[in-house]
């Protein structure tokens, strides 16, 4: 099997988190953003996640790392997730909202 590149994984982790019914915010980091922050931010009934999409190989940079720990130290969730799959380990009991696709 040929590897994904991280944009193919991240939307299809995106579409994923969309049709489970979450609320989902492609972050993009550019000058004035938190340093280190995380690839998708996703809401759902009153839980808020934070998503970094990487390759099977993929590592989280310095400053990843730091803003992982400041997120989780806060309460929130942080998931690095290589795939579909795992984001899908992390969303199997949740049931799509009504009307949200």
Request: proline share 5%.
């Amino acid at each position: 099997m040929t590897p994904q590149p991280e944009s193919a994984i991240l939307h299809a982790v995106r579409s994923h988190l969309r049709l489970m019914g979450w609320m989902v915010v492609r972050n993009v980091g550019c000058l004035g953003s938190h340093p280190g922050l995380s690839d998708l931010t996703a809401m759902r009934e009153g839980t808020t996640i934070f998503v970094e999409v990487k390759t099977l190989t993929g590592r989280l940079s310095e400053p990843q790392e730091r803003f992982r720990c400041d997120v989780e130290a806060h309460g929130a969730t942080y998931l690095v997730v290589r795939s579909v799959d795992d984001m899908a380990a992390f969303t199997g009991g949740c049931l799509p909202l009504d009307g949200v696709t």
